[in-house]
């Protein structure tokens, strides 16, 4: 026996008496087929009701089973298949609360909840032919709920069927009554449908309800323009341009007018007349332009116009950096050169100086230019605006470095760290640190930097130069050398060739006293360019005395000095002395 059979009978009984007293409930049971016995309607009241109280305690386990066994008892229960088609839907089994829900409406078909759940499932389950039926069904059962007919609508809507769409607009309208949005769509779908017509019918019937608004004339003059009917669309446009000559829509219209008619002359003059009207929404203008880039590029004309358009506009004040942002894209897009895009950048920053976009697009003009005094300017203004951008703070660290400004570097480098947070790109995070590192050790503060490279390793385990970094420098200070050459392994197995650091490789092995091992590795750097760097050659001689070969050691250094050499005497001494000398 289950935990829920195991109730006092006089529950039971208070139970029966309080089902019995709720007429919806007892008319859902005894007009059920077949017929229950009253032990058996006793019973399945008893535990309905369960089931009931248990959903509104949230015991959902325990109130599924209980509804299970409602339907055990009562196969025919159309309120239990109702309930636990519910229960199915939340443990995504879809086509078995479907499967309920259609023997509960085929049970009830009355019942307009039971069949608007069943819609709703078959529209989850993409079965829009089945939802059309069943909506077209509750719209004759159930007039007097239009909402109906807006779901049918956006169901025909998905299917593209723009007759439908229009019917159930229409039955709509007889319900609710004529409006301008009904009435527009209509038209849309009109148009769609190529039915010139009904269009027009409904273009007519907006201007005699609404004879003030010329919007409805010039779509009149539009609907007159694609049948081929000219003259009136002319008309039409004439009489809005005569009431209000600035009217925008009117224009829009006489330009494509002008250009189907083959007067390319005119509609320019009405489009330049548009576009330097200084009243013109902003996004207005940009669209006008935008048409204007596009026939250019159709017809393959210079973009001598369509920048001399840009510059006439620009030169007036602007309401939004919107016309700058699109003569900026025409320019990119026409490959133009850095110096011709710069005063747009600085145009746009003018107009909104948290614009990002063109603020980042001129650092990198002066990046690519190697101008760090103008990065660290455009960058130190993007800090100020964008004080969230943490790329700025980046760059700007980087420029203060390329100008010897080193501790005003590590300063922003340190600020811009604590502005990361967990949706921070984990690699610009790791790449703050590592900055941090290495000019912390520049300026001989060791513990600082070791932290910076542990957090930047935390951040991004794999970021082959703080490895390289932290490596080189355990080595120079003769500590944790195991450590050191466990993170150079990482680096140059994933790269083999970098004289940078095959050399890192070589210096904690000779640190390690691995002098054969070093020499193999000192001498791949060489040939990978590494004879080229003081350092590197110095490392050569001091790996080549370890392993016994005192020429070649001193021959070298001599190389290194004539290099420029260290900036202490300790290579001096070497050479002198023919013999290595541990730098202190």
């Not at 490789?505 to 390690?512: G, I, N, R, T």
Request: hydrophobic residues 35%; aromatic residues 12%.
């Amino acid at each position: 026996m289950m935990w829920w059979e195991r109730r006092s009978a006089w529950m039971l009984c208070v139970v029966v008496a309080t089902l019995f007293s709720c007429s919806s409930h007892k008319q859902t049971t005894l007009n059920e087929k077949p017929q229950l016995s009253y032990e058996e309607m006793r019973k399945y009241d008893y535990y309905f009701l369960e089931a009931t109280r248990m959903k509104e305690k949230g015991e959902y386990a325990a109130s599924m089973e209980l509804y299970e066994h409602c339907l055990a008892i009562n196969p025919s229960s159309a309120v239990s298949m109702y309930e636990l088609a519910q229960y199915y839907a939340y443990l995504s089994q879809p086509k078995r609360a479907r499967d309920l829900l259609e023997r509960a409406v085929s049970l009830e078909p009355d019942n307009f909840w039971y069949r608007q759940t069943l819609a709703a499932f078959y529209r989850k389950l993409k079965e829009n032919d089945k939802a059309i039926a069943m909506y077209e069904q509750m719209v004759e059962q159930f007039p007097e709920k239009s909402e109906l007919l807006m779901l049918l609508y956006e169901l025909y809507s998905q299917e593209k069927d723009y007759a439908n769409m229009v019917n159930a607009l229409d039955r709509l309208e007889l319900k609710e009554g004529k409006n301008e949005q009904m009435s527009m769509e209509k038209f849309r779908l009109y148009n769609q449908l190529d039915d010139k017509e009904n269009a027009f019918r409904e273009i007519e019937s907006l201007l005699e309800e609404f004879p003030n608004d010329l919007n409805y004339k010039v779509l009149l003059g539009d609907c007159y323009l694609d049948s081929e009917q000219p003259e009136k669309a002319f008309q039409a446009y004439q009489e809005v341009l005569d009431k209000d000559p600035e009217h925008v829509m009117a224009n829009h219209s006489l330009i494509y007018y002008y250009s189907k008619q083959g007067m390319d002359s005119l509609a320019q003059v009405v489009q330049n007349r548009l576009l330097e009207n200084p009243k013109l929404e902003s996004s207005v203008r940009v669209s006008l332009m935008q048409n204007l880039i596009a026939k250019a590029e159709n017809e393959n004309r210079d973009s001598i116009y369509v920048l001399q358009m840009f510059d006439k506009l620009l030169k007036e004040k602007q309401r939004d950096a919107d016309m700058a942002m699109l003569c900026y894209s025409y320019m990119k897009h026409k490959k133009m050169s850095d110096e011709a895009v710069r005063p747009v950048l600085e145009k746009i920053l003018e107009i909104e100086p948290d614009n990002v976009a063109a603020r980042y697009n001129l650092l990198m003009i002066a990046v690519r230019k190697n101008d760090y005094e103008d990065a660290v300017k455009i960058c130190e203004m993007g800090v100020q605006y964008s004080p969230g951008q943490l790329p700025f703070y980046y760059y700007l660290g980087m420029s203060y470095l390329n100008v010897s400004r080193e501790k005003e570097a590590l300063d922003i480098f340190r600020r811009g760290v604590k502005l990361t947070t967990q949706e921070t790109d984990r690699s610009l995070v790791s790449d703050f640190y590592q900055m941090i590192g290495d000019l912390s050790y520049a300026q001989n503060d060791k513990i600082a930097a070791y932290a910076a490279y542990d957090s930047a390793l935390v951040y991004k385990p794999d970021n082959i130069g703080v490895l390289n970094n932290y490596a080189y420098f355990l080595s120079l200070d003769r500590k944790d050398l195991d450590k050191a050459e466990e993170m150079i392994y990482k680096v140059i197995k994933a790269e083999p060739k970098s004289s940078t650091y095959l050399d890192t490789y070589a210096w904690v092995l000779f640190e390690k006293g691995r002098y054969s091992e070093a020499r193999i590795y000192i001498d791949e750097a060489l040939k990978n360019e590494g004879e080229r760097s003081v350092d590197i050659v110095e490392h050569c001689g001091d790996i080549y005395y370890m392993c016994g070969e005192v020429e070649k050691a001193v021959k070298y250094w001599i190389q290194a000095d004539e290099m420029g050499g260290s900036k202490s005497n300790v290579l001096r001494d070497k050479i002198l002395h023919r013999k290595y000398i541990k730098a202190k």
